[in-house]
């Protein structure tokens, strides 16, 4: 999102050498241990954001040390500006993470200024098949993230072939017993409440939508002013504030990461008219929680908000 609401980190130092160092951890992980470590090898990885970063910890295990650049909530993917300590990272790094499709466009810059014959670069939209233009917000798709921890285990497994099998039990774990609350929570909104007319204050949440079968009626150009940074049309609006004021929507839903005037004033006439209202935000919150722990935080929020819309 580009608005004032955010805070934007430091500018890119000009001029600068630079030079290679390790990444560190600091996405936590909700999944025990799996598997034994069988060749000590430890393989650097930089995720351009943390809720990629956060999936390639708990992928990897004591086989990998993770660094998100994205790691602050109050910073914007959309519109950072990288530091040289960034490029000092990506310098270093034997496998980055980049989301893609515009959302990180200073990301390829750190790739481009710091090539590496060596180094495997996984950038999320060329995996799933969204092409530039398209919803960057892919880490809201289901589909797309189970997608990238495929992905993602098979590269650490060409890159340490010898632990292979150490990469395999950690995905399993992963997937079948640390997802499984986000799993079931998505399983079970879907058969819910499909079809079920939502609201929502930008494109952020269109993935999860199409995710938990739910129908976006909140015009598309909207969503995207709003992700972009740009002035939504009154024609937009109008029709935004006809489908509260007419119930026509039974939840909205906002990133409050970037409550812009014009969705704090639809999130106040939602309320207003006795539309539950939920929230999601762009990137880990808060500081330091893992991928899953996030997301169920907010699907239990939806789907609160579901309940009390439909009395089901």
């Given at each position: 999102m580009r608005t004032t609401p955010r805070l934007i980190a430091a500018t890119l130092a000009t001029g600068v050498v630079l030079a290679v160092t390790s990444g560190c951890s600091t996405a936590s992980s909700d999944t025990a241990d799996a598997g034994s470590t069988t060749t000590g090898k430890t393989i650097k990885v930089v995720a351009a954001e943390n809720f990629w970063g956060s999936i390639a910890t708990q992928l990897g295990g004591t086989h990998v040390q993770v660094k998100s650049i994205i790691d602050n909530p109050n910073a914007d993917p959309h519109d950072y500006e990288p530091t040289a300590a960034d490029g000092r990272l990506v310098a270093g790094a034997q496998y980055t993470i980049v989301n893609g499709i515009g959302y990180d466009a200073w990301a390829d810059k750190l790739l481009s200024a710091n090539p590496e014959s060596g180094r495997t670069d996984l950038k999320v939209g060329d995996l799933v098949g969204i092409k530039p233009g398209g919803n960057p917000h892919r880490w809201y798709s289901p589909d797309n993230v189970h997608q990238v921890i495929e992905k993602i285990t098979a590269d650490y497994k060409k890159m340490d072939p010898a632990d292979a099998a150490y990469f395999d039990a950690r995905k399993a774990t992963f997937e079948t017993k640390t997802l499984a609350p986000y799993n079931k929570l998505?399983?079970?909104?879907?058969?819910?409440?499909?079809?079920?007319?939502?609201?929502?204050?930008?494109?952020?949440?269109?993935?999860?939508?199409?995710?938990?079968?739910?129908?976006?009626?909140?015009?598309?150009?909207?969503?995207?002013?709003?992700?972009?940074?740009?002035?939504?049309?009154?024609?937009?609006?109008?029709?935004?504030?006809?489908?509260?004021?007419?119930?026509?929507?039974?939840?909205?839903?906002?990133?409050?990461?970037?409550?812009?005037?014009?969705?704090?004033?639809?999130?106040?006439?939602?309320?207003?008219?006795?539309?539950?209202?939920?929230?999601?935000?762009?990137?880990?919150?808060?500081?330091?929680?893992?991928?899953?722990?996030w997301q169920v935080r907010q699907l239990e929020g939806i789907e609160k908000a579901l309940g009390q819309a439909t009395g089901r």
């Open positions: 998505i399983a079970d909104i879907k058969a819910k409440y499909a079809n079920t007319p939502i609201g929502a204050s930008e494109s952020i949440v269109t993935p999860l939508a199409e995710g938990l079968g739910l129908k976006m009626l909140t015009p598309e150009s909207f969503l995207d002013a709003i992700s972009e940074g740009t002035d939504p049309t009154a024609k937009d609006k109008q029709t935004i504030d006809r489908q509260i004021s007419q119930k026509l929507i039974k939840v909205y839903v906002y990133n409050s990461q970037n409550a812009t005037p014009d969705v704090q004033a639809q999130v106040k006439a939602a309320e207003a008219k006795g539309i539950p209202v939920a929230t999601v935000t762009e990137t880990l919150t808060p500081a330091g929680a893992s991928f899953q722990a």
